[in-house]
């Protein structure tokens, strides 16, 4: 089955740096979606990705659609300390229309 | 304020038991899903379903049990034949089911007593 790998599965950073992460999949997708998870609620929409080379920002947030269609990264720059939780990747492929998720990447941040 | 709700928020099940978790949305999406999730781990599909009256199993059906009988509602039932339903449920909705994004529920914690 699709299979999405994203990583780091976790970072510590320090308020004020940049941070990077990505999500690879072994199938094309022709959506991606990324999430941020606060302890106990659901997941919250952070940027929607519809094709390929797309790059979308939201606020401090940036996203980009990978050019082959099997990656997607997000950025987030200037951390602070409301930055803290898991952020998930999600990507959709038209013929199966099920969201495949990522494992999630646990971010940390250090007043 | 447009969104969904499940409820309740905690929830704890006897050995043998039946449990129900509620979904409700009032966004007037037609697709509805159910997902678990496990501590580390990514969301699984449970079940989905595209339209009132209609429901397809997702990657983990085994043990669970939905039904749909009003667009804005999506109850999940955790029957006794699931071994290990430990878990953070997640209920979300979207326009249809090639559509996204798919909007999220805050989240039911079933635990065993």
């Known amino acids: 089955g699709q299979q999405l790998n994203q990583s780091p599965q976790s970072m510590f950073i320090q308020e004020g740096e940049d941070v990077s992460m990505n999500c690879t999949s072994s199938?094309?997708?022709?959506?991606w979606l990324w999430y941020k998870q606060d302890p106990g609620e659901g997941p919250v929409l952070l940027i929607a990705?519809?094709?390929?080379?797309e790059l979308t920002s939201n606020g401090r947030l940036t996203a980009q659609f990978g050019t082959t269609r099997k990656d997607s990264f997000l950025n987030i720059s200037a951390s602070i300390p409301s930055d803290v939780g898991i952020y998930f990747c999600?990507?959709?492929?038209?013929?199966?229309?099920?969201?495949?998720f990522g494992k999630g990447t646990k971010l940390s941040v250090k007043p | 304020d447009g969104g969904i709700t499940q409820s309740p928020k905690y929830l704890f099940r006897k050995e043998g038991q039946n449990v129900t978790l509620s979904c409700e949305q009032n966004?007037?999406?037609?697709?509805m899903y159910w997902y678990r999730q496990d501590p580390g781990q990514g969301l699984r599909l449970i079940y989905y379903s595209q339209i009132v009256n209609d429901f397809q199993k997702g990657d983990i059906a085994e043990g669970y049990s939905v039904s749909r009988e009003k667009k804005e509602s999506f109850p999940l039932t955790v029957t006794s034949a699931q071994k290990n339903p430990t878990a953070f449920y997640l209920c979300a909705s979207s326009m249809d089911r090639i559509s996204q994004p798919q909007h999220f529920g805050d989240g039911t914690r079933l635990s065993i007593l």
């Open positions: 966004l007037n999406h037609d697709a």
């Open positions: 199938s094309i997708f022709n959506t």
């Open positions: 999600a990507g959709q492929s038209g013929s199966q229309g099920n969201l495949i």
């Open positions: 990705l519809y094709k390929a080379g």
